[in-house]
């Protein structure tokens, strides 16, 4: 069902199996996360059927990430408690054999948080998701099909650029998923959760293409009928978590447009 | 009314009356909590009519507790300005005769925090609330009746157990609360502020089995009221603020299952 | 359209024709503000065409606030890190010529606060907005016109007094503002969440009065019709948020109640 040769034909079908897992087997999933999308992640990893934990003590980071089936490091709060901690949670993630995602939030606005990013890109993420200003401030390059296949190479992972289309790439191929709605940037922490979403799905399938992109393509189908429902951001914010609890395969398969 | 020998046959009664009093009198419950959980809790304590602080500080926290009706330590943020915070709060409410509630979140995940959990559990709170396996890790014990009572004795407060069905005990008895439902798992936080909820009732309320039973079943009950108006996780997370500021005897009186 | 001598009359057409610059040039507002309000007021922000930023680490704050339009501090959570960050984007928002709001919550609760507070007040902010009770342990007087004139002439800017009736005075005159509704006062960081809006009305509108009332008056309205809609604390801090986003001048028209 899942083998992603067949991507991107039946990216809806590969997607609902992967939510079935995730919802049947409840990862576990570690975020290191910025303090503005610390509740809403959560939220929307359980709502996933994943089980959040978001410790940020280095004392303590270690043992929930030897505990948890993927983990997610979010630079969007930079302080030094969260730095040390992703350098623990990373390690452990190595030691462990678990994946990990990258998500370098503003990574284009300040020179300590390049630097950093770049650190923990050479350090083997399975994904690395961003939008094409962090992408050109972290790889220093455009964002078209050669660089991203670049990176995911020299990353040895995805490299997940998110935008009004996101694009996925395994240094091979790319895939473009052309869902999702405006709203979804009118609204804090959107790609934060979509990126621990993403996470969520490393957890409980292999294929990093696959997981990547069945994450990114089920938030957009989620964002599309959360829109349908909404009256403004406020509403929109809540639809979108009810969406994801309820999207099923019918849906995706009416409203994937994946290339 | 709330005399603890009526209990269970009238708790519905007593919780009617205790949120009455949470909202005439507006108790002032300074929380050091997680930074997942720390707006989600000021809603619903402001929700049920109280007035919540949250500051952390260590140099400011001591003033706070001082100037607040009861207090609220939750281990789910472990770091250091939190612990340090709470050890002055813990001691200013000692000084000043506050009740207190400890909240030994995922203290089943990590050594340290299991360590100064228990260096906590000693110092007297009025009430404890934590999940089975949080109880298994701070108590060295399967939480049936017999732990329950022993604990309750043991740190001469009340345990509330919370899961499927919540437990509470004084030490003599062990009263149980079969209402909520399956949504409050799947929005993060609910615990956490369930357990705010104890410390605004603790306000008002001197029985301390009356403040803890009555906390849980409002917010079960709640719980029980949104479900019926959500389509899933993120409307129940909106729907239970509304349906706790809504609260009345009827509703509690109809819905309680108390024994 | 924005002459500030012809508010009050026209505060309404004012406010609408601010709304439309901040829709139409999206500025960049960056927070140093508390854990609780962080989430909330990102997307209080967003729903009004504004772009948040949030950091608080003192190594890269100078940098986000020398590439945004408009900062916010607000003191809710008083750490050391926020502090240090506070001291280095004020300067540097000095340096830039850059609008800042000082928010001073709880200022009235804790003295190292208060003393924090006096001095970042006498470093010329745009705006300082406050509650009564802040009012008076800030600035030692009684929040009457006198006062508030005599603050805003000290301070060389605008002061808002929020409450039932908010009050705007730029040290000559003192405008009245009696929107809003209870409900604003059951959910939290909606303070918070006004002042980041004066933030970002600032960024458009060089006259600090015109900018601070119009905030004021959109917030308030905004708050009037969620609570047409809301059925309590939980779904009003939804309806707030899109009421804002679709917040037109006819609205603003026939609810502005302004003296």
Partial sequence: MHAPQTIP????????????????????????????????????????????????????????VARADALLVNLGTFDRERRAASEIAIARAGQTGRPWVLDPVFVDRSAPRTAFAKTLAARRPAVVRLNAAEFSALFDAAPDDGALCKVAGDTAGVVALTGATDQVSDGTRVLRIANGDPLMGRVTAMGCAGAALVAACLAVEPDRLAATAAALLAFAVAGEVAAGRARGPGSFAVEIVDALYGLDRETLRARARVT
């Avoid at 939510?19 to 290191?32: D, G, K, T």
């Fill in 9 to 64: 034909a039946d990216l809806a079908d590969v997607t609902a199996a992967i939510l079935s897992r995730v919802r049947a087997s409840n990862p576990r999933v570690h975020c290191i996360t910025n303090a503005v999308a610390q509740h809403f992640t959560a939220n929307v990893l359980l709502a996933a059927g994943a089980i959040p934990s978001m410790t940020v003590a280095p004392e303590e980071v270690g043992e929930f």
